[in-house]
């Protein structure tokens, strides 16, 4: 018996070759063709605060590292100020040690890159998880590194480097109040290295998605309730006391500091027509002196523009795929649209009287990295709902038997059972048979036509050649004019 496809169907052999390493290797070369300069140092990133922010801290953090010195106090500036206490200085985050113990002009453009790749393999993994199909996961970790955001996010260290631990604290967060053990203490160790990254704003959001993300699984996984209100709390401490370190003295800088309820406003919001930017990347922008397009309002980040493919299948995923997680994902999603628009989408105004330390929090635009966080996930579980759904049956047998498929046999046809290749019979000379084991299996048919991919390759070839010859003959022709 052939039954309708489900969720749980294995993945298609497409799918298999998208492993973990080869998803890696794949992310690596994009990122090295995107930006072949900074990694061979002919350049490096220096515009907005690259250049008066970034730089300057990481050149004060190594210079006292190679004098001795724990920077502590940065005497250079507004006649002295606390330099560690500021978190963001990134002092005792481990992974710094790259920029300090290597030439800078070269290693902070470097480091940046790193975490982009390491924001790809996180969301990679914390996708893989909950769709269970590589394709899936490599389109979501591909999206979380290539978008406006988490690009214009390459001048900032410390948000480039909070965004890439994202992924990974949700991850193994959930995983650790779900199975314990040794899990609960890589959690911690992701939860405290994006809390030495120094990104405030990124790391609270990571925990708001993190806390609604745990009372979903309160009410999804009720024999293991007691479990998971035990081992959340257990976490949150351990990585409370892992970053202790930094934490104690930027909350002793804060209890100190001018930065109160009459400092935030809600400047640098994203404008209500903000959201014609996810399906328009340019609309309503305008270029600067140095040739950087800016929104007209807020002039945090360049772009948090996705794809409107993405976009599409991530407005798709809630009825492709109705379950809770791609619900929790849609509300996360819509609520911090709502919010970046500031006291003008009348939320954030209204969360601000309710929780009095968001008064603190410059810039509501920032609010849109929940949303560049969530499209992708929505996204991976349109693709995995729509790959199960392409070809794939269950079918049920007391016994090793066969399966005759009414359509005609032809050879680009590809049957797979649970994700393995097996044989294509032809039968009653015209259509297909394939043998499946007792029990409950898996099957899908893929339409691989490889004589399509080779013409398709030879036609690419053939028009690269054509350009070729095209402006080859129109340089021949100005060198003649001269």
């Not at 193994?172 to 990254?197: D, S």
């Not at 081992?231 to 970053?243: H, T, W, Y």
């Not at 930065?259 to 959201?275: E, I, K, M, N």
């Not at 948090?304 to 996360?332: D, E, F, H, K, Q």
């Amino acid at each position: 018996m052939l039954s309708a496809p489900t969720g749980d169907a294995p993945e298609f052999k497409t799918d298999e070759r998208l492993r973990p390493g080869r998803f890696a290797a794949l992310l690596a070369v994009l990122i090295i063709a995107a930006f072949p300069d900074v990694i061979f140092g002919a350049r490096t990133f220096f515009y907005r605060d690259s250049g008066i922010f970034g730089y300057p801290i990481a050149y004060y953090h190594r210079e006292s590292f190679w004098q001795g010195e724990m920077p502590l106090w940065n005497p250079l500036n507004n006649r002295g100020l606390p330099f560690l206490a500021q978190w963001n200085t990134m002092v005792l985050y481990p992974l710094s040690l790259f920029y300090v113990l290597f030439p800078l002009s070269w290693s902070l453009g470097v480091f940046c890159l790193l975490h982009l790749f390491l924001a790809g393999l996180g969301m990679y993994g914390l996708a893989r998880q909950w769709t269970a199909n590589k394709l899936a996961a490599s389109v979501a970790g591909l999206a979380f590194a290539f978008n406006g955001l988490t690009l214009s996010c390459l001048k900032w260290p410390k948000n480039i480097a909070s965004l890439a631990w994202m992924p990974f604290v949700v991850w193994l967060t959930e995983r650790g109040w779900r199975e314990g053990g040794r899990k609960l203490v890589l959690a911690a160790l992701a939860g405290a290295f994006q809390m030495l990254t120094g990104g405030p704003e990124i790391i609270l959001l990571t925990w708001v998605f993190v806390g609604l993300l745990w009372i979903s699984d309160l009410f999804a996984r009720r024999q293991m309730r007691g479990m998971i209100v035990a081992r959340f709390p257990c976490i949150i401490l351990l990585v409370a006391g892992l970053a202790a370190i930094q934490l104690v003295p930027f909350l002793d800088l804060l209890k100190h500091s001018q930065r109160d309820a009459t400092f935030r406003d809600a400047s640098w919001s994203l404008p209500l027509w903000g959201w014609a930017n996810l399906f328009v990347p340019l609309f309503r922008s305008f270029p600067s002196h140095q040739g950087v397009f800016a929104q007209l309002g807020q002039y945090w980040i360049s772009s948090y523009y996705m794809g409107i493919g993405l976009l599409a299948l991530a407005l798709a995923a809630p009825w492709l795929m109705s379950n809770r997680r791609t619900w929790l994902l849609a509300a996360v999603t819509a609520i911090s649209l709502i919010l970046s628009f500031g006291d003008a989408g009348l939320v954030f105004q209204w969360l601000r009287k309710l929780v009095p330390p968001l008064q603190i929090v410059r810039f509501p635009v920032k609010f849109v990295v929940l949303l560049v966080f969530t499209i992708p996930l929505m996204a991976a579980f349109a693709i995995a709902r729509m790959r199960t759904m392409m070809n794939a049956g269950q079918a049920a047998a007391s016994g090793p038997s066969w399966i005759v498929i009414a359509q005609t046999h032809y050879h680009p046809w590809r049957a797979y059972i649970h994700g393995k290749p097996k044989r294509l019979w032809r039968a009653n000379h015209f259509a297909q048979a394939i043998e499946v084991p007792g029990g409950r299996s898996s099957v899908q048919l893929i339409y691989q036509d490889r004589a399509f991919v080779f013409g398709g390759v030879l036609s690419v070839l053939a028009l690269g050649a054509c350009g070729w010859l095209w402006f080859r003959r129109g340089r021949d022709v100005s060198a003649r004019a001269v």
